[in-house]
């Protein structure tokens, strides 16, 4: 059973950096694509980051990209986002996901574990 423990959030000013941690455990991860999804007061979920365990290829959505990092660490079975030039509309509960053979980086439904979220607040 695939366990995903998230860590790093908090609160930071505008312009700021975090980065997030996502710990995995539970299966060998070479087959897997890792999200990261964020989910705002009153707004849906979206996606935020992907990485493909195997190769490093990552995929990023527009509102984030060239702000924000995903990598992994072999290693430490560790996933990790780094966040820079944070906007207040970055503040959201931010969780980390995994799925075997993921067809949509993109798509929630992809991803079969799910870590708890941890909480990013930017204010201005």
């Known amino acids: 059973q695939v366990q995903l423990v998230v860590s790093g959030g908090g609160l930071v000013q505008v312009g700021g950096s975090l980065i997030l941690s996502c710990v995995a455990s539970?299966?060998?991860?070479?087959?897997?694509?890792m999200g990261w999804f964020r989910q705002a007061p009153g707004k849906e979920g979206e996606f935020v980051a992907g990485i493909i365990w195997s190769s490093g290829g990552t995929y990023y959505a527009n509102s984030v990209k060239g702000r924000f990092t995903i990598s992994r660490d072999n290693a430490k079975n560790t996933v990790y986002l780094q966040m820079n030039s944070l906007k207040p509309e970055d503040t959201a509960i931010y969780y980390c996901?995994?799925?075997?053979?993921?067809?949509?980086?993109?798509?929630?439904?992809?991803?079969?574990?799910w870590g708890q979220g941890t909480q990013v607040t930017v204010s201005s």
């Open positions: 996901a995994a799925g075997y053979l993921v067809r949509s980086e993109s798509r929630p439904s992809d991803y079969a574990s």
């Open positions: 539970g299966r060998t991860f070479s087959n897997y694509v």
